[in-house]
């Protein structure tokens, strides 16, 4: 009985130096990720804050910043497209000007639902995609407020691009 055990024993420590002297798996190292520019890659909107991002999505090591709802899954559909239309926007932005310490809105002086001009103000305004929306009268920005968040985004940019 004694060398049953003893025998056990010596197994067990041949057993435990052979598991010390075997090569140790490294653990795996957390994946570095950079914050992209305050820039959203779908709609080319600056976006003021991180935290007043929709959302963000890590592709390829780099955190890009969703500017709405409709974004993410655009992003998602065709990063590769998105991420080309982002760098260039970013080398735009900073060849213009430095990263600025205050964020001034854009003022859009066209209403978004009839298209008109807005000459002076009307009290009606609101804010989407970092820049302030104002509206002809009283009756469009309830209009505009029914719409999806992309729709009113599209609707905004394509004001800008004008």
Do not use: W
Not at 30 to 38: H, I
């Amino acid at each position: 009985m004694l060398k049953r055990i003893a025998v056990l024993m010596a197994a067990g420590a041949v057993l435990a130096s052979a598991a010390l002297a075997a090569p140790q798996a490294k653990p795996a190292k957390a994946a570095k990720v950079k914050d992209a520019k305050l820039i959203c890659p779908v709609m080319g909107a600056p976006i003021t804050s991180k935290a007043k991002a929709f959302s963000n999505i890590v592709y390829k090591g780099t955190r890009y910043f969703m500017c709405c709802g409709g974004c993410p899954d655009q992003f998602n559909a065709s990063p590769a497209k998105f991420v080309k239309a982002y760098n260039e926007l970013a080398k735009k932005a900073k060849k213009t000007s430095s990263t600025p310490t205050t964020t001034t809105l854009t003022q859009v002086m066209s209403c978004p639902i009839s298209g008109e001009a807005v000459k002076g103000s009307t009290g009606e305004t609101t804010t989407v995609a970092g820049y302030e929306v104002h509206f002809c009268c009283a009756g469009c920005k309830p209009q505009f407020d029914a719409l999806s968040t992309a729709e009113k985004t599209n609707k905004v940019l394509a004001l800008v691009k004008k």
